[in-house]
């Protein structure tokens, strides 16, 4: 119905999950499909080039999606702002990861998460992931310095700055990291940057006996005194260990991993990262999080309900067990019987973005928390323009 | 009274003399005396006393240990003060899963002690942490000279318990290091005690580095020093800290109980902190003594003895009292600027300064590009009061046209409320009202703090998306 | 403007101000003292925190607020450890700041009548007089005899339960005055004053006679000073300003009358801390202040005469393993003496010199342990409320035996140990010394 007046706003220029792609090219278009959609009653959802899917944007399924690589200008790379300098880069949400990564490098920078190629920024952070170099950086969210948003009201507004220290107002960009889209499409965003390392050595350990082993191998690398990590992995039964700094530093520390486990394949320099984003599956799929010290627990409660073991992708310094999205389907089946409630008693909270997921692991807010959230919604988007269409129902 | 019966006789007071021991925190511009003063003893009784408060239709003002610098803690006429400083339990320390939870009034450095013996420290370190109360942290996500590595402390919490404006109780977060969804734990750190009281917080520790060294570098002068921090960062070195002292700060601490052995004879020192394991401590050292020289360093000293660490770091957090010897106040501002232009504004505080007859000192974290202009006055000197925060306003317009920022670490409080208008508009501040609201629809909570008394009808300046709008 | 000696400042000499105002201006407000406040610790309260207290001195001078009974009752509750001055980057000179505003209140008669009754008949007949300690003690010691202190919790609440933990009056022999003089062992390094004190000799004798055989021991001709009695430090820390003015003339008038060069050696951490400061007591006294000064000076404390080198090295070679001192031991630091006097690693030096026992840290070793002179007899609950923690302190120590240099914290620590029944000796620095002196 309305659909063709939104398409006249902004370009269909294909589709995704059975939605219509829309192309929006500036900012008023924007704003113009937003208020349309307020007042026609339409669910929205702002995406960059889908790469994510699988964590599963708020409003997926909804009545189209807004593409926010449209937003940034043919032929320009998005990057508004970045200062070698100062180790801080402001970029449109439509940016290409893999461009401002390109640039980053070029002035010595790397940005976290590390994450498989192919996403935009504001994708990135609308999903709020971070990648397997957690260990050392932590969330995501943490490196976000400061971003401008427009709300469903169609309302433009900003929070935090370009500087890595600042605590002027409000940190709003907390509140849309991570939260999907919900309260809004992100615009332009500043990150953190952190140097690119000297020496970089990724330690793989030989295939342990089982997951829930290479769980407790981790940690107890993890525990060596002074050892500083940057990425620390377990993938089928091997343990992957990251190391980032100084070259002679690199060495020594490599030295005192082989000594704590037993390395069976080793990479340096560039090729480091690569092999570890490439043997990382702990992107997206079912999410068990738990604390480090109860990860082998959870990891043999899964898999005593029939789980593959070696599918799974576990961050033992983190907490989180994931259930790799191709498997999850088939294990949650498995899982709910019995196994659910043990990891519930366990203390694990669930994620499953995957759209497929099981209803158990929704775990709704309740109480006052539930009432910030609607009021929130309330305040950032009245009219529900990118409200989560409801599961099943379309 | 209800009060008394819910927190004890110790702690409600409603004296002359409690009412004026209470009428500010550490910025000493505005005060006001608060109608009553509550002291609860643990979460419950901090609930209960809410519930009383407003249905009494007091509005609240959270409190930790009043070392603000802004005023975020000064109390509303006619309003109560809800402190925390008798909820000092450390309720429990996890080394294997590494963190701590305690009551929101446990004083920063107990809980870095507390921890020590497990080989983990709790990272964020305010200048006044010998004081200063993790939850009055959490409200202004404070900072210190370690966060350069580790962050402040929005990057530190894990998760918190929260009293509402109705008195409920509610958990926000938990100790999950990465959790999913929707973060409404971010937004709570750093809303200066505008959204609820902060009663328990659960946080993350670091384990401890195997080497600290501490590097004492002096120059002739402050530009210079300025400068080798500027190469520092863009040579993307990677110390834990980097702090710069001023000759006028040196001569205040090295008169004072925490003299550090600061050179006297210098007009500036960078103090740097490098950690982590002894080849790489070694190597960021040699690093930066290096490119320190290049700009001019006459003299570096490397230390790994703590005793003498110690004294160095207690000298520089000492910095902000031993103005006490220059005035009987001081005006600390709190700006950041991009680590390109360190000398710049650096420049500009002092001209401001000078022209308008007033002291100033610099101590501030170089390496985040968070200064310090610090301003000895006499509050009793109307005209002096005046030209110092007339000074202080140009420091600040002059911060935001450098692309920097109003505050790094103390918060907005009352001091900046007009200046919020330099860096945001309507739209923001308007979204911000709302994130507030959504915790605290009532304005129940520490309110005219942050948000300026009047809209920004013209925005002045922005940073931060001119090119989207 | 604090550029000139501390004890150079002389106090406010207009007859109307209250308070010490220009030392109140020192202060920045930046709350580092919070945490070292031992009342602030129990009660969470700005107004009995050392900021809180010199706000509200400062509002009183200013006349923003009213000198009230209420404002009285915050000065006494403080016990003036002056441990928030050993971390005031400002040096605010709070004890100083304390005294004189207690002086103050004490000529206006803030305080109630019976209040002051007490205080006058401890301050003007009992701590100055010879024949009143006497008479006191031997009250005490009669009482304690015949059993009476065990019925004092019945008649006078805590304040009667604190009587009946106090530890028996030393026997006759032990409360002998110490000979005029004592000579060195070996060849002599010269002469050193001894204060004996007021309560010293009646309850810690056998501390004043280990004194002077330490110092003996470590080369020195020891003196003891004929008719002294009392040093005025009482009477400072609670406001009786004049009263201490006159004993401070006094007690330099008959030092100087044996040496009026020598050092003045005390073992009493509370009087040495304000005998130091004599200067400061007398700078509006042109007839006394550069004397007194001068005076101020000679006082060191027992721990820096011993711990020299040159003292150290003599007395060491003295110092048998002995078995009269069960180990392992731990070190309390009296506040007058790390805060008030800056004494700190001397006595550890010192303890760590006993050949065979182990020492372990006390946490906390540097608070204060709620005796502060007499605050343990006019605030019993408060009293024992801050030293509460530091008995749980002692207990995860493990240690067996406490050492301290301070009659009033030795006496607290006695009571505090009987009453939560611990196995832990409490001794004086000198007593643990002596105890492994060899002949």
Known sequence: MSLDALTEIAPRIGERAGAPLLAPRTLEDLERCVAFARDAGQRLSPTGNGTRLALGAQGAGGDAWLHTPALVPTGESGILEYVSGDGTLTARAGASMDTLRAAVAEGGHRITPLLPAGSTLGGVLAAGRSGPDRQAFGPMRHHVLGMICMDGNGRVHRSGGRLVKNVTGFDLHRLHAGAQGRFGVVLEASLRLVPRAEAEVLLVSRVLSSTADAARAALHVRDLSGLKLTGLVVEARRVHVLLTGREAQIDADAARVHSALDVEEECAGEAATDALLGAWRGDAGLRLLTRPSRCAKVIEVVAAAGVREDALSVEPGAAIVVVPAGEAGRCAAALSAEAAPRLVELGVTFDARMPDAPAWCAQPRSGAAATWTRRLEEAFDPAGVFAPATRGAR | MELAAIVGERGVRSDALARSAYESDGFMLQREAPSIVVLPRSTEEAAAAVKVLRREGLVVVPRGAGTGLTGGARPIAGGAVLGTARMKRILEINPDDRFARVEAGVVNVHLTAATCSHGLFYAPDPSSQTACTIGGNVGNNSGGPHCFKYGSTNRHVLGLTLVDSDGEITRVGGIEPDPDGIDLLGPLVGSEGMMGLVTEVTVKLEPSPERVETLLVMFESLDACCDAVSDMIAARLEPSAIEILDRLTIEAVEASVLRAGYPEHAEAVMLVEVEGGPHEVDAIATDIIELARARGAFEARRTADDEERKKLWAGRKGAFGAMGRIAPDLYVADVVVPRTRLREIVGVASRACAARGLKLSNVFHAGDGNLHPNISYDRRDADEVARVLAAGKEIMEACVAFGGSLTGEHGVGLEKQGEMCLVFGDDDLAAMSDLRAAFDPHGFWNPGKLFPVRGCREIEARPLGSEAR | MTEAAPHARPFPTDAASLVDHARSLDCIHCGLCLTTCPTYQLTGSETSSPRGRIHLMRAVAEEREEPTVEFAEEMDFCLVCRHCESVCPAGVEFGAMMEFTRGKLEETGTRGPLARLVRWIGFRRILPSRAGLKLAVGGLALAQRLGLTRLAPLVAGLRGEVTAALPPVPPRRERRPLPAVTPARGASRGRALVLEGCVMPELFGRVNHAEARLLAAAGFETMSVPKHVCCGALHAHNGELEQA???????????????????????????????????????????????????GRRVVDMSEVLAAPESLERLASRLRETTSLRGPITWDAPCHLCHGQQVRSQPLALLDALPGVERVALEGAESCCGSAGIYSVLRPSDSLEVLEPKLEALRRSGARTLVTANPGCHQQWQVGVRRAGLDVE??????????????
């Open chain 3, 245 to 295: 003015r006159e004993l401070a003339r006094s007690t330099i008038e008959r030092f100087d009358a044996v040496d009026d060069s020598c050092p003045v050696v005390l073992d009493s951490a509370g009087c040495g801390a304000h005998m130091r400061e004599y200067g400061r007591l007398l700078a509006n006294d042109p007839a006394w202040a550069a004397r007194a000064e001068a005076f």
């Open chain 3, 426 to 439: 409490v001794v004086h620095l000198a007593e643990a010394l002596d105890r492994a002196l060899e002949g």
